[in-house]
């Protein structure tokens, strides 16, 4: 049971490069999200997927794409990388049960650095 | 507003002394309250999540108050490593968490 994995964990791209962060769960999880964390901010809702099939605007979609690819996996692409994409990017899942506990687990992070 | 504030600290404390933080959250609605402990440079991890009758756990202990709407963590006979960034966490409704800045401990020797 690895719980959240992330792929890659690092990553520095040149302004105006794509790329897709990669995000899986084996927890059978409901939702996931995708947070970024930069300094004095705290963690801020990219996207989430409440379920399969499901895709909503957090607090700082401009930039990014989501997509649920399936229960398992949410991916994050940033179609035109720049310097203020620069951050820390975490995927966290959760089981979602009505009326219960909704403890988030994150994935290690993926450091990326756009030049 | 930001829908959850902490106070960023930051905290040095000697080992073995007692340390509260404090967040204060925005939405009078919302449902379950957490806080969570960020290693530097590591995702957060749960710490303890937050009850309306106040709960323990060991030397951690976190309260409730829904008329103030704040919540707090109290750590008692810190060890160095306790030394970490704890954030404080809101499940207002819907799916959406929302995190405070988080607020740095340093347990000294």
């Known amino acids: 049971n690895a719980g959240v994995t992330q792929t890659p964990k690092f990553q520095v791209l040149k302004t105006g490069q794509s790329m897709t962060l990669q995000c899986a769960q084996d927890?059978?999880?409901?939702?996931m999200y995708w947070y970024r964390q930069d300094p004095g901010m705290g963690l801020r809702l990219i996207y989430y997927?409440?379920?399969?099939?499901?895709?909503d605007k957090g607090e700082v979609p401009n930039g990014y794409n989501v997509s649920r690819l399936n229960k398992r996996e949410f991916s994050l692409r940033l179609e035109s990388a720049a310097p203020s994409q620069t951050s820390v990017y975490f995927c966290?899942?959760?089981?979602?049960?009505?009326?219960?506990?909704?403890?988030?687990?994150f994935g290690p992070g993926t450091r990326l650095t756009v030049l | 507003r930001k829908e959850v504030e902490q106070d960023p600290g930051p905290f040095n404390v000697p080992e073995g002394a007692t340390v509260a933080f404090n967040c204060t959250y925005s939405?009078?609605?919302?449902?379950?309250f957490f806080w969570y402990r960020q290693d530097c440079r590591k995702e957060p991890k749960l710490l303890m999540s937050v009850y309306s009758s106040g709960n323990e756990d060991g030397r951690f202990t976190a309260q409730l108050n829904r008329a103030s709407q704040y919540i707090s963590l109290l750590i008692r006979d810190s060890k160095l490593s306790d030394s970490a960034t704890y954030l404080c966490?809101?499940?207002?409704?819907?799916?959406?968490?929302?995190f405070g800045t988080g607020t740095s401990l340093t347990v000294i020797p």
């Open positions: 939405n009078s609605a919302s449902q379950s």
């Open positions: 966290a899942s959760t089981k979602n049960r009505a009326g219960g506990s909704n403890e988030q687990f």
């Open positions: 927890m059978n999880h409901n939702s």
């Open positions: 966490v809101v499940y207002p409704r819907g799916n959406q968490f929302y």
């Open positions: 997927s409440a379920s399969e099939g499901t895709t």
